[in-house]
């Protein structure tokens, strides 16, 4: 039990990559407050964590506002009085071509990609520099490291976010803080669904999951990626098993991207 007496918190908890963080982190031991928009997600993933003999807590909260931030990290102190790890997860998709971008949709996407990512971890950083440690994992993707000319806000957040990762874990190092980050592939869930929607179907004019099986076609190891083969990468990260690694990018691409 690697994480055993620890305290996690997981946004973006309620279903795909984050709930498969959530549990994987439970079974690790770890006691985890699981965060979602939406309550009733969070509370399914909080049920199972139980299940499974950890305490969980599920909190509906927008990581968004600053109220919504505050009262993640209040309601973790109130149940677990601790915070040990924060896993930043939360995240949307919004496609559009390049002349068809609107503002509203670039805010939407970097306020919940890239602005959340920083300001959850300025909310929890106070309670684990007190403590002298802490580890917070960050889900980019591979989208920012590569061009997305379909999705340019996305591909832009999530190249914030490693950016940001790299600056935080330099900014802490020394108080005894670690920040890395994941950058997943092509990750069999809702949101690829609604990808093959909106670029797939509606900008490439393919049929309804053809581009998917294109993109899979596409991986080396030759399978789509499940969010337990992310989720696995976060819980190492958040061990002691990589205490020694800081400020690091982490492909988890099934060999799609190398750098």
């Not at 915070?83 to 970097?110: F, H, K, T």
């Not at 950016?163 to 900014?171: E, H, I, M, V």
């Amino acid at each position: 039990m690697e994480l055993d007496e620890q305290v996690a918190i997981v946004t973006g908890a309620g279903r795909g990559i984050g709930r498969a963080i959530a549990m994987e982190l439970a079974s690790l031991g770890a006691d985890v407050a699981v965060v979602d928009l939406d309550g009733s997600s969070a509370e399914r993933t909080a049920s199972d964590i139980q299940n499974l003999g950890r305490a969980a807590t599920p909190i509906r909260a927008d990581v968004t506002r600053e109220e919504g931030r505050r009262a993640l990290v209040d309601a973790t102190l109130q149940a677990h009085a601790r915070i040990d790890i924060l896993v930043n997860n939360a995240g949307i998709y919004r496609g559009a071509p390049p002349l068809e971008l609107s503002e509203e949709l670039w805010d939407a996407v970097l306020g919940v990609n890239a602005k959340a990512v920083m300001f959850c971890s300025q909310a929890v950083l106070p309670i684990m520099l007190a403590a002298g440690r802490g580890v917070i994992v960050n889900v980019a993707s591979m989208a920012g490291k590569m061009a997305t000319p379909t999705s340019i806000p996305y591909g832009v957040s999530k190249a914030a976010v490693i950016s940001l990762t790299r600056s935080l874990a330099a900014a802490y190092a020394r108080d005894g803080v670690r920040v890395n980050c994941v950058c997943p592939g092509l990750v069999d869930t809702e949101m690829w669904q609604q990808i093959d929607r909106d670029v797939g179907v509606g900008q490439l004019g393919k049929e309804p999951g053809q581009y998917w099986q294109e993109r899979i076609a596409s991986i080396p190891l030759g399978r789509a990626e499940q969010p337990e083969d992310v989720a696995q990468v976060v819980g190492f990260l958040a061990s002691s098993k990589s205490g020694y690694m800081t400020g690091q990018a982490i492909n988890v691409t099934g060999g799609m991207i190398t750098h």
